[in-house]
């Protein structure tokens, strides 16, 4: 079993910029893809970016790319997700999932975060 965790959220004006950081608990982080997934208000989760286990290949949203990276530093057990240029359509809880292979899709992902709330003001 994997435990996860992430910080770093808070309240940000449109066009400022947040780091999120997770961490993850056991000595086999390195072995897993890690993802970063959001759900705002009213909406289903969606998928935000994904990283595989050796930060050779990585994905995002359409709506992300550009702005969001997705990095990870395996020997402190940690994934980052650094966000420029926010807007307020990206408030919204902030999850950090881990599992295996790579996927974009949440039901692949075994171990989930207790998330982050990230709030974009105009």
């Known amino acids: 079993q994997v435990q996860v965790a992430e910080s770093g959220g808070g309240l940000v004006q449109a066009g400022g910029s947040l780091r999120l950081s997770c961490t993850a608990s056991?000595?086999?982080?390195?072995?897993?893809?890690m993802g970063w997934f959001r759900q705002a208000p009213g909406k289903e989760r969606e998928f935000v970016a994904a990283i595989s286990w050796n930060g050779g290949s990585t994905y995002y949203a359409d709506s992300v790319k550009g702005r969001f990276t997705i990095s990870r530093d395996n020997a402190k057990n940690t994934v980052y997700l650094q966000m420029n240029s926010l807007k307020p359509v990206d408030t919204a809880v902030y999850y950090c999932?881990?599992?295996?292979?790579?996927?974009?899709?949440?039901?692949?992902?075994?171990?989930w975060g207790q998330g982050t709330q990230v709030t974009v003001s105009s």
């Open positions: 999932a881990a599992g295996w292979p790579l996927a974009t899709r949440s039901d692949k992902y075994n171990y």
């Open positions: 056991g000595r086999t982080f390195s072995s897993y893809a």
